[in-house]
């Protein structure tokens, strides 16, 4: 039986399973003798040429079985999304340092975590398709490993102290795989620098013969949603800028840019922009944007029953067949009129972002004061307004970023994430003349308070009538200076953020309610 | 009442067991041996989370921790496991360096293979009095830093140390040799009557020392003109 | 009569309105086969008594595939249908959704009750029902969950029905629906549009007469409906002319609705198709997840998560609400309907993991901070659609991973309830807690 016939005799059976994963019948492609199976998006691939070399030692049947077993179990178990793919990627690099031990490390704890899966749950061809496949270098450890972990001849052994390691390992406990894959790639880490080297003396690579995983694997939406869930998993900016611009090549390769999905090569990316982006994603705000108002006059509304003592007035004639009877005559429900009010739809924000020295520079370490103002912009693009930067340091001497009203989101992201670390001193001109470019726009202003004209800016803001959300970063005398100084404005709210990690879900809040509310600013 | 769970009369039994399931339940409970008899050492050691490290306590600390070790089969592995999940570990048993010390020495002590290796690289912590009183026939490689008083009262064994240790390391030994590829702290030696320090970085500082030899980047640094040996 | 008989009428009546009366992509796939939404989910509310809410764009066959799909496979031509409708306006009045007094006899000094046709027939169709006001929307309730329609202290009982309510997208300028009524929609759909190809042709083939109307059958229907008979004779005047117009359909357009009999058979047949265990086992996961709090004892919407609760990654967090009685009543009721629609002896896992998401997408609340971080995600569906098919697949991910020891905790639940000695199995799910309780090894009255 052809191949193409065997996997669809097969793939009911398989799919039944597997518990009936979404994914479309298998396809088959040429493809090489070494590699059975390639993963695109949700797509199974499987190799001719593999199979037809496979099919003198083993039934077509069981080959077409134990590769569709080992491809379903990825996407239904290991790595089953993009994050979880990061992730096992970002630990198993903290341990070898470099972009293809750490790929290859991945592959390998992946396939080990989804054929034990397999093999333990289900009735699967997988050990006698390792039976019949090449052991050499990695290959032969692993198949070691398997003999050992589920208990079948295999033909491999050797590699005893590495193989007790390894088979010490909780492969199927999720919660346990970002320790056990650091494990697992400390112990086979050796192996995988001598085939490196081997490779780079002689080109010619033994590939996985069950597949690569790559970023092949997944769509664009799988691509963002995990980077967006790895942004929020990771523990600083460094470790994704470092998994990012490890991957940067491939996600430009697939048509992922700063801005987003799209088809082809856009901008190149910027692992510090996408970061703060996909952080504040995290955190979108819903926000209504045109309030509802009562218009003040009454119109009838609905109906309900006539009862004695209630007025004549209200009663529907027409509804109540001309009788004036309780329980058959009917009066109409009066209720007030709403309209949309005068506000159209949510006003532009002028986002003010001090990256002075004080300030952490968003670019080494997470700077909640991009992570605030990057919300802030979300929150005002997502509404269809537009947004204004300016970032200052020493403004007066040129450290300053003027960028107009516009809703180019990758321009603003560049805008708040450049970093100055001089002096902090604010030119109330710049402000003034981007507050012209807008009908009385928002402010949202974001620094530690440490301003030289600091002054200046309270007086600023006394005299203008614009709403404004100062959050300041850490208290200081500076800060004090600044609340007394514009406590008695109503349209000034003032944060003081004492934990600098609170400060994104302080400022969302607020910014929810100030801009749902409209009869203390309308 | 009706009962809710009637169509999972037929469920069959247990799942289904590869050896891998045997392997991981095997390692938890020796782990959970070895650190029942850690707890039982600081019970009786350290009750207040207090250990004073003198030359007594440290006897004691160590017979008591043999006792706890009767009738454990555990491998290299498991303690390295051990030294992990006591790292980790934010309730009791606490990881208090001298007492886990002491009792990690043992467990090497008592271990079944002639050679271990602890890859010890990640651990938060740097354990002291490693290798305590490791005798003849018996080799321990610790990858990672350690911390103070490494290798006292060092009876034969041979203990290499692939990162640094810190003070008082190979104090009291008596003979076997102690190999550490980086840096030592002061009062290297001190005491000891007998054995080879051979360190591939810097000694920050030599003990008062009555005999083997000490080498600090190939160098003999003990005996030499400069430092005779002491009497004590 | 040979297996997949019925089956094989419905999937003619699937085809005919495929093909002919509403032209759409497929958007769901099970057992390797290809359906819409729209149709295929209208059929399965009529086969088996259901209530569907349609969503979607104005002018994108929300009504209409309600009427078609409810008009062929009840036999009710097309005008009777139409003439029954409801639809949702601030001034509709009780009178014109369920009856008015007889004014002949009214005058006399009697009270009389004309029903309307909406009461009378088994098809029912309220269009924009979340324009009807909170009002009117809480006076349909009782006809909507059971067929039970009064007016005047005259009660009128529907021994067979099906409801399709359609309404735009939950948006400004109109009323939300009062949450006891949404709770009592089984499924929830959207009539998607057809894409720029399929809908250059709708309406390409004019015709100046709806193929499903049918003026002489509909006059006679009237003439019954509006008659003085009592309702059950009057159902079964009723009957007769239906099988004259479902003789009309199967001569001129090939194609065969059931009758009331073959209707109760089918409905019988889909009764009688068991849950095999992953699909018994999973829906209870879900329930699980829906319904539990660690800290009070129940979801309650008055409630909120405590922090750092251990089950912060289930789905019990990011809901407001509890999971009511009538969802496991739609999920079982539509995934039988699947099954028996795919013959398939059993219920399994794929049609529950399609049946689910529409019976729970407008049913959850979800907490704000859940619709933002799900808000940006892109997707096919509308967003509650979304989200509901999210979390099912997050469950099912859940499931997979556990679904040996679920299914050895129930079995081991069943020992224990019988009376052996023992001890439940503890697991890190909501449901290994429920179990717990369901066999007395959990004091719930012990806080």
């Known amino acids: 039986m052809d191949i193409e016939k065997t996997i669809q005799k097969v793939w009911p059976k398989v799919r039944r399973k597997h518990l009936f994963p979404q994914i479309p019948l298998p396809k088959v492609i040429e493809g090489g003798e070494e590699v059975a199976l390639e993963i695109k998006s949700k797509q199974l691939l499987i190799s001719n040429s593999f199979f037809e070399k496979l099919k003198d030692v083993m039934e077509g049947e069981e080959i077409v079985e134990a590769i569709l077993d080992h491809g379903i179990t990825h996407y239904m178990y290991c790595p089953w999304d993009f994050h979880t793919h990061l992730t096992l990627y970002n630990e198993a690099k903290k341990v070898v340092r470099k972009k293809d031990l750490a790929q290859r490390a991945t592959t390998c704890f992946m396939d080990v975590v989804a054929d034990t899966y397999c093999v333990k749950g289900k009735d699967t061809k997988i050990p006698n398709l390792y039976k019949n496949l090449h052991k050499t270098g990695i290959h032969e450890v692993l198949t070691s490993l398997y003999e050992k972990i589920w208990g079948v001849n295999l033909g491999s052994r050797g590699h005893d102290e590495r193989i007790n390691r390894l088979s010490r390992i909780p492969y199927l406990e999720r919660k346990k795989w970002e320790e056990s894959i650091k494990k697992f790639t400390k112990v086979i880490q050796d192996i995988l620098e001598e085939e490196l080297e081997n490779e780079q003396e002689s080109p010619q690579r033994r590939p996985n013969p069950l597949g690569e995983h790559s970023l092949d694997n997944y769509s664009l939406e799988e691509i963002d949603r995990g980077l967006r869930e790895f942004a929020s998993a990771v523990e600083d900016l460094q470790e994704f800028k470092e998994t990012v611009e490890d991957l940067k090549e491939e996600l430009e390769e697939q048509g992922y840019a700063t801005g987003g999905m799209g088809r082809g090569r856009g901008n190149p990316i910027d692992a510090n922009l996408l970061y703060y982006m996909k952080l504040a994603e995290s955190y979108t705000l819903p926000i209504r944007k045109l309030p509802i108002e009562k218009m003040g006059d009454l119109h009838p509304h609905s109906h309900m029953p006539w009862e004695i003592g209630k007025p004549f007035a209200d009663i529907d004639i027409w509804t109540s067949f001309g009788k004036i009877i309780p329980g058959i005559t009917q009066i109409w429900k009066k209720r007030e009129g709403e309209t949309f009010g005068e506000l159209e739809g949510t006003p532009d924000c002028l986002i003010i972002i001090d990256s002075s020295g004080s300030m952490i520079n968003p670019r080494e370490r997470l700077s909640y004061a991009v992570l605030g103002a990057a919300c802030a912009c979300n929150a005002y693009l997502k509404n269809e307004s537009r947004v204004a930067i300016y970032n200052f340091s020493d403004a007066l001497r040129g450290n300053k970023i003027i960028l107009d009203f516009n809703h180019e989101k990758e321009r603003i992201y560049q805008a708040i994430c450049r970093y100055f670390g001089g002096g902090t001193a604010l030119d109330l001109e710049d402000t003034q003349y981007l507050l012209s470019r807008a009908d009385n726009p928002d402010i949202f202003i974001i620094t530690d308070m440490q301003i030289t004209n600091l002054e200046k800016l309270i007086e600023f803001f006394n005299q203008i009538q614009n709403r404004v959300t100062a959050v300041h970063l850490g208290h200081n005398v500076h800060s004090t200076r600044f609340k007394e100084g514009t406590e008695k404005r109503k349209n000034i709210s003032l944060f003081n953020v004492k934990e600098k990690e609170d400060n994104p879900k302080i400022i969302l809040g607020k910014i929810k309610e100030y801009l749902s509310s409209t009869s203390e600013w309308g | ?232 | 009569m040979k297996d997949g008989y019925y089956q094989e009428r419905i999937r003619g009546v699937y085809d005919y309105i495929s093909n002919n009366l509403y032209l759409n992509r497929p958007d769901i796939e099970v057992k390797g086969e290809h359906f819409n939404s729209a149709i295929m989910f209208g059929l399965l509310t009529c086969l088996n008594g259901g209530k569907e809410l349609i969503i979607g764009e104005p002018g994108l066959g929300k009504t209409t595939s309600a009427e078609y799909v409810g008009s062929i496979l009840y036999r009710y031509p097309l005008g009777v249908i139409w003439g029954s409708e409801v639809s949702g306006h601030p001034e509709q009045t009780e009178e014109k959704i369920i009856g008015r007094p007889d004014l002949g006899e009214l005058n006399q000094g009697k009270e009389k009750v004309v029903w309307s046709n909406f009461a009378q027939i088994p098809v029912k169709v309220v269009d924009e029902i979340n324009r009807l006001p909170e009002t009117k929307q809480s006076m349909i309730l009782n006809g909507v969950d059971r067929g039970n329609w009064e007016y005047l202290n005259e009660i009128l009982i529907n021994d067979e029905y099906c409801l399709f309510a359609t309404a735009n997208y939950q948006d400004r300028g109109t009323n939300t629906i009062i949450a006891p009524l949404i709770d009592r929609f089984d499924f929830l759909v959207e009539s998607r549009h057809p894409g720029p190809n399929i809908a250059f042709t709708i309406g390409k083939e004019a015709r100046l007469n709806h193929p499903l109307r049918h003026p002489q059958s509909e006059k006679e229907l009237h003439q019954v409906l509006r008659g003085n008979k009592p309702h059950e004779e009057k159902m079964a005047l009723a009957e007769e002319i239906c099988d004259l117009y479902g003789e009309y359909m199967k001569e001129n357009l090939g194609v065969e609705g059931l009758n009331k009999e073959e209707r109760r058979k089918v409905k019988e047949e889909m009764m009688g198709i068991s849950f095999d265990l992953d699909a018994n086992a999973f829906v209870r996961m879900v329930l699980a997840e829906l319904s539990f709090c660690h800290r009070y004892g129940q979801k309650r919407s008055v409630e909120a998560c405590e922090e750092g609760c251990h089950y912060t990654g289930y789905l019990c967090h990011h809901i407001k609400n509890c999971a009511s009685n009538r969802l496991p009543i739609s999920v079982r009721n539509y995934s039988q309907a699947l099954a028996w629609f795919l013959e398939d002896d059993e219920v399994d896992l794929e049609h529950i993991r399609l049946a689910i998401p529409y019976t729970l997408a407008h049913r959850i609340q979800w907490k704000d901070s859940y619709l933002s971080k799900k808000e940006g995600e892109g997707r096919n569906d509308p967003f509650q659609i979304y989200l509901a098919k999210e979390a099912t697949e997050e469950i099912f991910q859940r499931y997979n991973e556990q679904r040996e020891y679920l299914l050895e905790a129930l079995a081991v639940g069943n020992k224990a309830f019988i009376g052996e000695e023992i001890s439940p199995l503890d697991g890190d799910h909501p449901i290994y807690e429920e179990i717990k309780k369901d066999i007395g090894a959990k004091d719930e009255k012990s806080l």
């Open chain 2, 1 to 232: 009442m009706k009962n809710p769970f009637e169509s999972f009369h037929q469920v069959g039994g247990r799942k289904r067991e590869i050896p891998l399931d045997k392997i991981l339940q095997s390692k938890e409970e020796t782990l959970s041996k070895i650190l029942n008899g850690y707890e039982h050492l600081l019970k009786n050691e350290a009750k207040d989370l207090v250990w004073l490290m003198q030359y007594s306590t440290v006897i004691k600390a160590y017979s008591i921790a043999e006792k706890g070790l009767e009738g454990i089969e555990y491998t290299a592995e498991d303690i390295e496991e051990f030294c992990y999940a006591l790292d980790r570990s934010d309730q009791i048993p606490y990881l208090i360096t001298g007492p886990a010390g002491v009792y990690i020495s043992a467990l090497c002590n008592y271990a079944k293979e002639e050679e271990i290796t602890l890859h010890l690289r990640d651990l938060n912590v740097k354990v002291n009095l490693t290798g305590y009183r490791l005798p003849p026939n018996k080799k321990l490689i610790v990858e990672g830093n350690v911390g103070d008083f490494t290798g006292i009262g060092l009876d034969g064994g041979e203990l290499i140390i692939e990162g640094s240790g810190k003070n008082y390391t190979g104090a009291g030994m008596k003979r076997g040799k102690i190999i550490v590829r980086h840096n030592l702290g002061f009062n290297t030696g001190h005491g000891m009557t007998g054995g080879e320090i051979i360190v591939g970085g810097r000694i920050k500082g030599l003990g008062k020392i009555v005999g083997g030899k000490i080498f600090e980047r190939e160098h003999l640094v003990f005996p030499n003109e400069g430092v005779k040996p002491f009497y004590f």
